[in-house]
């Protein structure tokens, strides 16, 4: 199926190493709006920040993989220490093959985590990538989100509720 996704959470932070190495996973192309943080916000979401020093420590190599433009993504990259590729066209690959040659993993290596269906989760597919699907951390105010939202629904996982 065309959005099978790989693994589903509540939130990035509950993604952990064991994880990861459990589906061969080695690297991750990170989404930035509602995955790691909120929309337009230079704060890392709660947890975030140690849930990347975990991971660094675990060897798992990152890449931020935003659609956004540099001034939104290099400040908040910078401060996680993170590397990043900005207007990165997901669904296209333009952004995931940047961070693949960046990362220097294999294909089969890699996961796109993300919470939103029609760009993260469908571009990772679309490059037989494994996905990480995340809740986003707040449900977004407009028209454009709130419609894309409804539209994620029937693809949403079945068996996966969101705790808060």
């Known amino acids: 199926m065309l959005f099978d996704i790989t693994i589903a959470l509540d939130t990035i932070c509950s993604l952990s190493p064991e994880l990861l190495k459990k589906h061969d996973i080695g690297g991750l192309l990170l989404d930035l709006d509602n995955t790691l943080t909120t929309h337009d916000n230079p704060v890392p979401a709660k947890g975030v920040p140690e849930w990347i020093e975990k991971m660094k420590k675990s060897g798992i190599k990152m890449c931020i993989v935003s659609n956004n433009h540099p001034p ?54 679309l490059k037989r990538l494994k996905c990480v699907f995340v809740f986003p951390i707040e449900h977004e105010k407009t028209r454009f989100f709130k419609f894309k939202r409804k539209m994620e629904k029937p693809f949403l996982p079945k068996n996966l509720t969101k705790t808060d």
């Open 72 to 125: 939104r993504v290099k400040p908040f990259a910078d401060a996680m220490g993170l590397d990043f590729v900005c207007e990165g066209k997901k669904p296209l690959s333009k952004g995931f093959r940047e961070a693949k040659a960046r990362m220097g993993l294999p294909w089969e290596r890699l996961a796109v985590v993300g919470d939103q269906i029609f760009t993260d989760i469908l571009g990772a597919k």
